[in-house]
């Protein structure tokens, strides 16, 4: 499926063959809470409290700064399907990419192909040097979508999270050079 994922970046809107990934806006809000008020996926994630209400939707969307982050959205409808950032990290060049997909949308290969296109975002209009990724240990899912995109395992360790502590987590990178070569291949 790497093959189906190549992105076009048309100011703040990165096209994929199924989804568009915009900037999230207020109107999101109330989708934004429906689909991320769900223990499963805030037991995953390190930042988000459950429950998840709309005053927390609205204030992530309102100061997310300095992260870019993207609505993952339906072409065909244009249903929010979850989210995908890159949060730049204290060594410039460097980023970290997160995401979460809504449980409606499990299993389709949204998460795959937003995360492909925010790497290629990173990488070109960020112009990154690297790109980095924690993924909980017991997240399978997600670690699928990691070694799709080509990431490499860097060690392990513990992450404290909002709703369920501090966790053991995995870490993952893929720098430019990596980036490139999976390009080259056609493989990202």
């Not at 190549?6 to 809470?33: C, F, K, N, V």
């Not at 937003?114 to 990173?122: T, Y």
């Not at 513990?158 to 430019?176: C, P, Q, W």
């Amino acid at each position: 499926m790497l093959e189906d994922t190549t992105a076009e970046r048309d100011g703040e809107t990165i096209e994929t063959r199924r989804l568009l990934l915009r900037p999230l806006t207020m109107d999101d809000a109330g989708a934004l809470a429906k689909l991320i008020n769900d223990r499963e996926i805030a037991r995953m994630l390190a930042r988000v409290p459950h429950p998840y209400g709309l005053a927390d939707a609205r204030a992530f969307i309102s100061d997310h700064a300095p992260e870019t982050v993207f609505a993952l959205c339906l072409k065909d409808g244009g249903d929010l399907v979850g989210c995908c950032s890159l949060k730049p990290e204290s060594v410039p060049g460097r980023f970290d990419i997160g995401s979460w997909v809504g449980r409606r949308f499990w299993g389709k290969g949204f998460a795959t192909e937003a995360a492909q296109a925010v790497i290629d975002f990173g990488f070109v209009a960020l112009k990154a040097d690297a790109i980095a990724v924690d993924c909980r240990v017991v997240n399978e899912a997600s670690r699928r979508v990691i070694r799709k995109c080509g990431f490499h395992f860097t060690g392990s360790g513990l992450i404290d999270t909002i709703s369920s502590g501090r966790v053991a987590s995995e870490h993952f990178v893929m720098d430019r050079r990596c980036w490139t070569s999976l390009k080259a291949w056609g493989r990202a």
